[in-house]
């Protein structure tokens, strides 16, 4: 049996319809379930309920940008084993954008307004990294995944300690950032020049401090 090779209007019809799913639906998740699920609610005050929030809102659109990336990357890769990778990790990160939601759910808060453009904005980083060279795809994958893990970081040392249900998503999310970093350097991931990765840490700092409140 042949597989039927994908048409660019096939592909702009997939791709359009992850943007949806992942922006106003609901995304397609791996087989995992949440590391939350049965842990009790801390008992958090008002300031701090918000605050938790604010970050899982910046943390929900971080997933919204990771989608966003390798969806692009994996639409220009050149190898095929480097977009089963990049697709690979792209569905364990739906679990992350799944598991976001529902906490920002229990928390009574809201996804970020500005997701769409974050994601139109993503989506074009990740594909102008693929165009350079799966090389450089990867090597965008893996100091993603390194500035992500040290984002997650600074969130974990924020969260009331006796808020277990969110320290455990962020710290399961974490050891897959890990993962998904790995997999890339062990698949030939570049490692990207200074310029590029401090332009990198610049825009996310402007997401993280727009989507807090926004």
Partial sequence: MTTRR????????????HALRT????????????PAEGIPEAELT??????VARLMRINHTGEVCAQALYQGQALTAKL???RKRLERSAKEENDHLAW??????????????????WYAGSFAMGAAAGLAGDKWSLGFVVETERQVED??????????IDDEKTRTILEQMKADEVHHAQIAHAAGGAELPAPVRAAMRMTSKMMTGTVYWV
């Fill in 6 to 17: 994908l048409t660019p209007i096939d592909q702009v019809l997939i791709n359009a319809d």
């Fill in 46 to 51: 008002d300031e701090q309920r918000r605050h």
């Fill in 100 to 117: 976001c939601a529902a906490r920002l759910e229990d928390l009574g808060d809201r996804k970020s307004l500005l997701n769409p453009l």
């Fill in 80 to 82: 095929p084993d480097t």
């Fill in 151 to 160: 984002h997650l970081d600074e969130h974990l040392e924020q969260i009331p």
């Fill in 23 to 34: 922006l106003f639906g609901r995304p397609q998740t791996t087989e995992r379930t949440n």
